[in-house]
């Protein structure tokens, strides 16, 4: 039976064992393009990780390697000492990945997108499962969406339903892609505290991909820097904000010089 | 719509397609699940022509079963095989159950189409009869297909053909030597002179017929020599009878001479006799004018009335005698004859 | 070169995701709701418009069959014609023909824009083999519904030509000796050989489109051109397959 194990419940009195994830001389080459250039680092079990890099940097590629939905070129991501790469890993450790644009499946209605897990897998019966599902939109205060379709929903909506489609898994790791772009600072803040408190309630292991500093520097407990393909740091926000390195000071504090712009510099 | 009408219009729908498919396959096959098996006769044929497995047999242009099997006689084959047939193949029938055939049926390749559709008819035999069970083997009668009578219009046809030309080439020759018609022109063209002049002669004896003159004028002009004249004929009838036996010795002289055989024979294939017989034409020519005068014992006939009765006798005695080299084919003995002479 | 690489990776991963889908198939009965609903789609909903088009097949065999016969008097067969060609070429071929239009476009473009909005991405992270949950259950009702349509086809046909043959002026076969021409000379054998027909073609379209819908990458643009290219492989692959697939049922049961 394809399912996680073990069973966790996301209940506070419960604890979930979280898992560690280890990223070994991650390699990725899309044709002749290298997008992942030999990147290692390590995330703890319980801790909030927060990837950040500017756009196209590969942080989306690293996250799609942990779920195993893109094979390494060469090295490997290790989930509690089982490869990433490997199908069965998936019935090990219970992974949720939140997508940028949230992927929720718009034939279903909201209700039916968090029921889907657990109705495959045949959790229990009908009855346990509405239980389940409504507790986890009550988590996100989602209760009154559960009939809406996702094309009836906002944008902050559709992110809150995939935190509370992923959390229906009960997942050991947690990773989000993206989870405040397109979104209103307040929105944007709100599901920071969201994936903050899940963490502080459930001790699951998270890994946020986002550009977003606020969220960076506010929850994680550490940060890795990726430029290029390339892991330029690790640290805490602490020691983030303290570096001096110029390409990680540009990117945390930008400087606005309109009149001599960053794309005409990169022209020449 | 919910989930549970839309399974009872798939089951529905479903439902109708086997419905459909279940009766197309009894319409198209006759439904091969519940029909009684029926009993099996066998009929034993010469020649299947283009009866196949799966054709109607009918009784009376009604559907009472189908050929089940054709088959080839192995007893024809192999010495001492299935006694029942003697037949070079054979074809298994199954009839349906309740279609009683009796003994005296017989049962006929029938082809009900140009385009070759066979099936097997089946007659009806009378009522007092036997029934056939399963396994009998029932009477057959061979029909003519279209084939073979195409078959036999077209050996007609041939054989026609080739009397035709046969015909053709005695007529026309067949380009070494001319045909009889040909040989009969050549003979008329040399010997006009000759004709004609007996023409002439004739004319002139029937002118004088005419006139009364001489016996045969007064036979022909005397009321009187009206019963004398019936008895005579009479006598002629006689003579005509014994002139056909002549006429039967004369042809098988004529085969002789078909076949160069006796005196006839000789001459007509020696130059030399023919010059001679050339010679004996012009000689009855001479004879003929003297006729015409009156000259020597049958210018005397003609001209002397009391000689009429034996003219009259020779002359229908000739008469019959021509009848009978015609009914004899006179044509091959003319044709042969001819040959030889020209 | 690179469009027989494609060729060759178009025809691998079908057989993948064929071998993949078939290996689910003992899910089925854990699915049902899916293939009724999927059953619903692909018969049900496909039902009138192959209806109105094979009547009109039907009507113009006749038609034509009518007009090029009546000259040497072979009129009385076009009911075996009709019958014949319905059921051995035409019936299957069209249903399979609609199918990929109507059905395999929707496959392709449902299953397209989840992979482009990474719906199909959520659920294998959800540890759910979209070829179980998308593939299988539309391959199962397609079994199912394709001898269904066919024999509807089949039959709307068939009536479709005797309505022809009786009443237009210049045919003028009376409906008995249309359909006696028909069940003379068409036998079931002609029509489960339509029926085989179907099934194949009516599988591979559906494999195919949920194979192209499912490899489809890129942004929504990607959609429109997967539903194209679904479609076109369809009808090309129906059209050889009828051929090879006729030869070998000729090879198997001859006349």
């Known amino acids: 039976m394809p399912f996680c194990s073990p069973p966790a419940h996301p209940d506070a009195s419960q604890e979930v064992p979280a898992v560690g994830v280890k990223v070994e001389n991650l390699v990725k080459n899309f044709g002749s393009l290298s997008v992942l250039k030999n990147v290692s680092f390590e995330v703890k079990p319980g801790e909030i990780f927060v990837l950040m890099g500017p756009s196209g940097s590969g942080k989306s590629v690293l996250l799609r390697h942990v779920v195993g939905l893109e094979r390494a070129t060469s090295g490997r991501v290790m989930i509690e000492g089982h490869d990433a790469a490997v199908e069965e890993t998936r019935q090990h450790v219970c992974i949720g990945l939140v997508f ?89 803040a709100t599901i920071s505290e969201i994936i903050a408190s899940l963490r502080d309630q459930y001790r699951v292991t998270s890994i946020v991909v986002s550009h977003d500093r606020d969220l960076a520097l506010n929850i994680a407990d550490r940060i890795g820097l990726l430029m290029n393909g390339e892991l330029i740091m690790v640290g805490t926000p602490a020691e983030l904000k303290a570096s001096q390195d110029p390409r990680i000071v540009d990117f945390l504090h930008p400087k606005f010089d309109l009149h001599n712009p960053r794309f005409k510099k990169l022209e020449t | 719509m919910n989930n549970s009408q839309q399974s009872v219009r798939v089951g529905f729908f479903f439902l109708l397609g086997v419905a459909l498919i279940w009766v197309t396959f009894e319409t198209l096959s006759g439904g091969h699940f519940f029909e009684d098996r029926g009993y099996k006769l066998i009929a034993g044929f010469d020649d299947l022509k283009e009866l196949k497995t799966g054709d109607e047999v009918r009784m009376a242009g009604v559907k009472i079963g189908t050929v089940e099997k054709t088959q080839l006689n192995e007893s024809l084959t192999s010495a001492g095989g299935a006694p029942d047939t003697a037949h070079a193949a054979s074809a298994i029938l199954r009839i349906g159950s309740k279609i009683k055939i009796t003994k005296d049926a017989s049962a006929a390749i029938v082809q009900s189409g140009l385009l070759g559709n066979n099936y097997l008819a089946v007659t009806a035999g009378t009522v007092s009869q036997p029934l056939l069970k399963d396994g009998d083997e029932i009477a057959t009668t061979v029909t003519p297909d279209f084939n073979s ?170 008469d019959r005698a021509i009848d009978g080299l015609n009914d004899s084919g006179p044509i091959t003995a003319v044709g042969i004859a001819a040959n030889a002479l020209f | 070169m690179k469009q027989l ?209 499912l490899r489809t990458r890129g942004g929504p643009r990607e959609i429109g051109a997967s539903v194209t290219r679904a479609v076109v492989t369809s009808l090309i692959m129906i059209l050889v397959l009828d051929y090879f697939l006729t030869q070998v049922l000729l090879l198997i049961s001859p006349s």
């Open chain 3, 5 to 213: 690489r494609n060729i060759c990776d178009g025809v691998g991963s079908v057989l993948a995701l064929l071998v993949r889908s078939v290996g689910y198939a003992g899910t089925l009965p854990l699915q049902l709701g899916r293939f009724i609903e999927q059953c619903y789609l692909i018969g049900y909903t496909t039902l009138p418009i192959v209806a109105i088009l094979s009547f009109f097949i039907g009507s113009v065999l006749a038609l034509q069959a009518g007009y090029s016969m009546q000259d040497f008097g072979a009129k009385s067969f076009i009911g075996s014609l009709v019958g014949l060609s319905m059921a051995r070429e035409l019936g299957p071929m069209m249903v399979s023909i609609l199918l990929a239009g109507r059905v395999g476009s929707a496959i392709t473009a449902e299953l397209a824009s989840m992979k482009v909005y990474q719906e199909i991405d959520a659920l294998e992270t959800m540890n759910i083999p979209p070829a179980r949950m998308l593939v299988m259950p539309r391959l199962a009702a397609v079994i199912v519904m394709m001898p269904v349509l066919t024999i509807i086809a089949n039959l709307v046909g068939w009536f479709g030509g005797a309505f022809v043959s009786s009443h237009v002026k210049f045919i003028d076969i009376d409906s008995s000796t249309y359909f006696g021409a028909l069940r003379h000379y068409t036998k079931f054998k002609d029509v489960a050989n339509g029926l085989i027909k179907a099934e194949v073609f009516g599988f591979v379209v559906v494999l195919v489109c949920c194979s192209i819908g």
């Open chain 2, 149 to 318: 009578i195409m078959k036999d219009i077209g050996d007609l046809g041939h054989k026609l053909d080739g009397a035709l030309s046969n015909l053709s080439s005695a007529f026309n020759g067949d380009g070494k030597d001319g045909g009889l018609f040909q040989k009969l022109d050549r003979m008329v063209t040399e010997n006009r002179d000759k004709v004609n002049a007996t023409m002439s002669n004739l004319q002139e004896i029937t002118t004088k017929v005419n006139q009364g003159q001489g016996t045969l004028g007064k036979l022909i002009n005397d009321p009187d020599l009206h019963d004398q004249l019936l008895a005579a004929v009479g006598e002629i009838k006689d003579t005509a009878a014994q002139a056909k036996v002549f006429v039967t010795d004369a042809q098988g002289v004529i085969d002789q001479v078909k076949t160069g055989k006796g005196a006839l024979g000789t001459i007509i294939y020696d130059q030399q006799t023919a010059d001679n017989i050339k010679a004996s034409i012009q000689n009855v020519r001479d004879v003929s004018d003297k006729l015409a005068k009156g000259q020597g014992t049958l210018g005397k006939l003609i001209n002397d009335d009391s000689l009429y009765n034996t003219a009259q006798n020779t002359l229908n005695k000739a």
């Open chain 1, 100 to 188: 940028q644009a949230g992927a929720l499946f718009n034939s279903l209605s909201v209700y039916d997108n968090l029921a889907l897990y657990l109705r495959e897998h045949r959790v229990g019966s009908e009855a346990e499962i509405k239980t389940k599902v409504l507790h986890a939109l009550k988590i996100l205060s989602l209760e009154n969406t559960a009939k809406k379709f996702p094309s009836d929903l906002s944008g902050g909506m559709k992110k809150r339903v995939a935190i509370a489609r992923s959390l229906v898994m009960e997942p050991q790791l947690l990773l989000y892609d993206e989870p405040t772009s397109e979104l209103d600072p307040v929105m944007a």
